[in-house]
């Protein structure tokens, strides 16, 4: 940490760390993080333990904007300061979410992390968020967060029978009605005559047997 | 003439015609071509009063969407009418009948349909296995494309996800359907 300054982070090649792996931030360190541990060492834990509840709630999808303003003014940060910081902290921790309990285990997150010289305490302290009892609700945030085509969030139908029209006096004919909402706000209204709604629904099933072979499949591969 | 107008071919082409410009929506079959085409030898004034005949029959038969028992009994009180149908005649628009019902009911049917319609669906399953916020996913996903048009424009294509859960709840909601329907549709 001494004579070497800001530059020590860089000088630790993953393949240097003792168990001789990659580190859980990738191949090359990220600059936010590389930039934290200076910041670190005369930081007020409190300060810190504060930062990270809101990186957390950030992390949940909640609006921080505010909250970062009031940390700012109650903790005397320079704007820069604070900036590393967050920005730091944020990838950290959404790096090692992205992992699965079993590629990132608690022991290898803590030596990593430490290996930075990132102060013990805080190393705790990022370990409780990442391994506690909030990985769950940040796990599901994550996936929700990926990567999406619209998908139907609200289906309605109707069945309508065409009595009569100008082009036919008696006609009886069935038709169904589909009204679609996305998960991107439009709506879409559409009618499906009655063969197509047979295969419709013969293609629905098919797709619902082919997910489920998938998943077998994909099962089968993991336990191999 | 009577003779001409007699012809059992001529008949059968002029329905075809008849259908293609009512039923079908083909522009440009004017009087004139099928007459020009079809009885070349009668005159137009001859020729316009048994084209409407038969159109009128042709007409009253596809609006009705008559059975084949409504049909020959529709026939044949034409065939028994002042200035109906010879016997002949009555054979040819039955055979007609038959061999068409089915295309031309499809098309009174579409015509009174003026919202779009689902014309297509084609669909795909992957496997999810990583994305910037998870490194394993390995969930199935299906991707399917709705081709949605109105009739005479072009098609919307509608690409959607579906994961596993709302996959079962689509097939649901379409099996609650197929009920109403069958329910609806049960003879009385």
Same mark, same amino acid.
């Given at each position: 940490m001494s004579a070497v300054g800001t530059a020590a982070p860089y000088l630790h090649y993953p393949a240097d760390s003792h168990s001789g792996r990659v580190s859980f931030l990738g191949a090359q360190l990220p600059p936010e993080v590389a930039a934290m541990p200076r910041l670190l060492g005369d930081l007020d834990r409190g300060t810190f333990r504060k930062l990270l509840k809101l990186v957390v709630s950030s992390l949940q999808g909640e609006d921080c904007r505010e909250a970062v303003q009031r940390l700012r003014a109650g903790a005397d940060l320079s704007e820069e300061r604070?900036?590393?910081? @967050?920005?730091?902290?944020?990838?950290?921790?959404?790096?090692?979410?992205?992992?699965?309990?079993?590629?990132?285990?608690?022991?290898?997150?803590?030596?990593?992390?430490?290996?930075?010289?990132?102060?013990?305490?805080?190393?705790?302290?990022?370990?409780?968020?990442?391994?506690?009892?909030?990985?769950?609700?940040?796990?599901?945030?994550a996936r929700q967060q990926g990567a999406w085509l619209p998908h139907v969030s609200r289906l309605c139908w109707r069945v309508d029978v065409a009595i009569s029209t100008s082009a036919l006096a008696r006609s009886l004919q069935p038709s169904v009605l589909m009204q679609l909402k996305l998960s991107d706000g439009s709506a879409h209204r559409f009618e499906i005559p009655t063969a197509k709604f047979q295969e419709l629904r013969y293609s629905v099933a098919l797709v619902l047997k082919e997910m489920a072979d998938l998943e077998k499949r994909c099962e089968l591969k993991l336990q191999a | 003439?009577?003779?001409?107008?007699?012809?059992?071919?001529? @008949?059968?082409?002029?329905?075809?015609?008849?259908?293609?410009?009512?039923?079908?929506?083909?522009?440009?079959i004017t009087e004139e071509l099928l007459r020009s085409q079809l009885y070349p030898e009668v005159s137009l004034e001859e020729f316009r009063p048994f084209l409407a005949k038969m159109r009128g029959i042709l007409k009253s038969i596809a609006s009705a969407d008559m059975d084949f028992n409504q049909l020959e009994a529709f026939l044949t009180a034409q065939t028994k009418k002042q200035g109906g149908i010879s016997s002949d005649q009555a054979t040819v628009i039955s055979k007609f009948w038959k061999s068409h019902k089915i295309k031309i009911r499809e098309s009174l049917v579409n015509q009174s349909r003026w919202d779009s319609g689902l014309r297509g669906l084609s669909w795909r399953v992957d496997g999810k296995s990583q994305s910037r916020h998870s490194a394993q996913i390995h969930t199935p996903v299906a991707i399917m494309e709705l081709e949605i048009g109105k009739s005479g424009q072009e098609s919307e294509f509608l690409c959607l996800e579906f994961d596993e859960v709302k996959v079962n709840q689509l097939l649901k909601k379409l099996s609650e359907v197929e009920e109403s329907i069958s329910t609806l549709m049960q003879p009385a």
């Open positions: 604070l900036g590393v910081l @967050l920005a730091g902290t944020n990838t950290l921790l959404q790096q090692a979410i992205r992992l699965p309990p079993a590629s990132l285990k608690p022991d290898a997150f803590q030596d990593q992390l430490q290996e930075l010289c990132i102060p013990q305490d805080l190393v705790t302290d990022l370990a409780s968020v990442v391994f506690g009892s909030q990985r769950p609700l940040l796990n599901s945030v | 003439m009577a003779g001409e107008l007699e012809s059992s071919k001529a @008949l059968s082409g002029l329905l075809n015609g008849l259908a293609q410009e009512a039923f079908y929506g083909h522009q440009g």
